[in-house]
T-cell receptor
Framework: DAGITQSPRHKVTETGTPVTLRCHQTENHRYMYWYRQDPGHGLRLIHY???????DKGEVSDGYSVSRSKTEDFLLTLESATSSQTSVYFC???????????FGPGTRLTVT | GNSVTQMEGPVTLSEEAFLTINCTYTATGYPSLFWYVQYPGEGLQLLLKATKADDKGSNKGFEATYRKETTSFHLEKGSVQVSDSAVYFC???????????FGAGTRLFVKA
């Protein structure tokens, strides 16, 4: 168990509102990731972090920002939510030596 | 760049049938290869891995062998159970990138 929690687990919000999703880990892992999962698209990387204040974009970063001010927390923000951002969002960490990834339970976000 | 291709699903089998899910990859260098499983409503879990050519990863009756000559990592199980119904993802990762490359996923249905 990599000790990864995500909050909230479910959220419904309106178009145009800001939303922040939180990923928390208890194992001091350096590498953290945000993915979205949609039918027909598999997993797509949004942003990732390789250390405190060190982040980079993934393949679908438009409309999303991230912050990592401490090792254990990685925040994903939708500045102005759109219906196309309705999805299930997964946070993950990666073991530095084995490259194994461990995933959180996911956040189901619905933008109406 | 690196990529992973896995067979499209869904795959529907009867209980106790033999399972093969094909996975091929493109990579420079010597990546580690993984199979992840996702049960309904959950995040992905590591199922098995192999770190070098001819390695066989195994777990819970599932096996996959790292074949460098055919750039493949096919998942097999001799006798599936209803509880194996899930989505299976092939993936690769290496030391030169912070990212893990996932296949599109293959949904497996096992009927009693």
């Amino acid at each position: 168990d990599a000790g990864i929690t995500q909050s909230p687990r479910h959220k419904v919000t309106e178009t145009g509102t800001p939303v922040t999703l939180r990923c928390h880990q208890t194992e001091n892992h350096r590498y953290m990731y945000w993915y979205r999962q949609d039918p027909g698209h598999g997993l797509r990387l949004i942003h990732y972090s390789y250390g405190v204040k060190d982040t980079d974009k993934g393949e679908v970063s438009d409309g999303y920002s991230v912050s990592r001010s401490k090792t254990e927390d990685f925040l994903l923000t939708l500045e102005s939510a759109t219906s196309s951002q309705t999805s299930v969002y997964f946070c993950a960490i990666r073991e530095p030596d084995s490259y194994e990834q461990y995933f959180g339970p996911g956040t189901r976000l619905t933008v109406t | 760049g690196n990529s992973v291709t896995q067979m499209e699903g869904p795959v529907t089998l009867s209980e106790e049938a033999f399972l093969t899910i094909n996975c091929t990859y493109t990579a420079t260098g010597y990546p580690s290869l993984f199979w992840y499983v996702q049960y309904p409503g959950e995040g992905l879990q590591l199922l098995l891995k192999a770190t070098k050519a001819d390695d066989k990863g195994s777990n819970k009756g599932f096996e996959a062998t790292y074949r460098k000559e055919t750039t493949s990592f096919h998942l097999e199980k001799g006798s599936v159970q209803v509880s194996d119904s899930a989505v299976y993802f092939c993936a690769l990762s290496d030391q030169r990138s912070f990212k893990t490359i996932f296949g599109a996923g293959t949904r497996l249905f096992v009927k009693a």
